[in-house]
């Protein structure tokens, strides 16, 4: 069986970027860009993108917090770097540019996907030009993003009244971040905006359950899970016979009678 290629490059504008391409380019394919965690561009998000490619999808990491004067530091999470929305559109942007100059890649089937610190990101772009579906990750919820400061300069709501693509929305019901309320107040932005939608809590996943580098919040089940749902989601709405007319509203939230945010504790 061929093996899919991976490469390290730097972009026009001077951004890094991991790319991994499946093994069959017989034909475009559908393609995802990949936000990395609030840790930057690690092993973790190298390896969801390598199988994104696995699965079909061309991907790209784009390495966004790249201009961090300590690189280590930010990987162990002893440090914390923080772009502003325009910055976020502009490395996105730049991501999509280089996918849509590739052959492999059919641009009209283009996803973007932001996790945990970079969640938001995907709306953004989504606000700003054509993507073909926005992938949120236990991100965009909190009270903060309905809000402007220095770094979000337009609320959440605003943003999603401009998106014109379905978005996934993948939360934990352990989360010591993001409460039910929290997703619940996102999921209701989408129905009221009338975007499609799909959003899914899923049972006893702290925060960060995906990222199966670090032991303590990785939660298999719920992250094998969760990728079914995501590889579903995509498949429908990359499809050609996907209805883009109407409106898809799905809500999927799983907790326990005796749910208590303040219980949520931070897992390592």
């Known amino acids: 069986m061929a093996e899919i290629t991976t490469k390290n490059i730097t972009c026009e504008t001077g951004l890094p970027a991991f790319i991994a391409i499946p093994a069959d380019t017989s034909r475009p394919l559908p393609a995802i860009v990949i936000m990395h965690e609030r840790y930057g561009l690690v ?80 709306l953004i772009i989504a606000a700003r030009r054509k993507v073909a579906a926005a992938l949120v990750w236990y991100g965009a919820a909190q009270d903060r993003e309905w809000e402007t400061n220095d770094l979000y300069h337009e609320p959440l709501a605003d943003v999603i009244a401009k998106v014109d693509c379905p978005v996934l929305g993948m939360f934990g019901e352990a989360d010591h971040m993001i409460s039910l309320t929290h997703v619940r107040r996102f999921r209701n932005c989408l129905e009221e905006k009338g975007k499609s939608h799909s959003v899914h809590v899923f049972p006893g996943a702290p925060h960060g359950w995906l990222n199966d580098t670090m032991p303590g919040r990785y939660r298999r089940d719920q992250a094998e899970a969760a990728w079914k749902v995501q590889k579903d989601f995509l498949q429908e709405v990359l499809s050609p016979a996907y209805d883009r007319t109407a409106i898809m509203s799905r809500f999927d939230c799983v907790s326990s009678k005796d749910y208590d945010f303040s219980k949520n504790v931070r897992q390592e």
């Open 43 to 122: 092993q973790h998000t190298l390896d969801l993108a390598t199988r994104f490619a696995q699965e079909g999808f061309v991907c790209i990491a784009p390495d966004c917090f790249f201009r961090h004067p300590d690189q280590d530091a930010l990987h162990a999470g002893d440090a914390r770097y923080d772009i502003t929305d325009d910055e976020a559109a502009e490395h996105l942007g730049t991501a999509i540019d280089v996918l849509e100059g590739m052959a492999e890649v059919d641009n009209d089937c283009i996803a973007v996907k932001g996790v945990c610190q970079t969640g938001r990101h995907p």
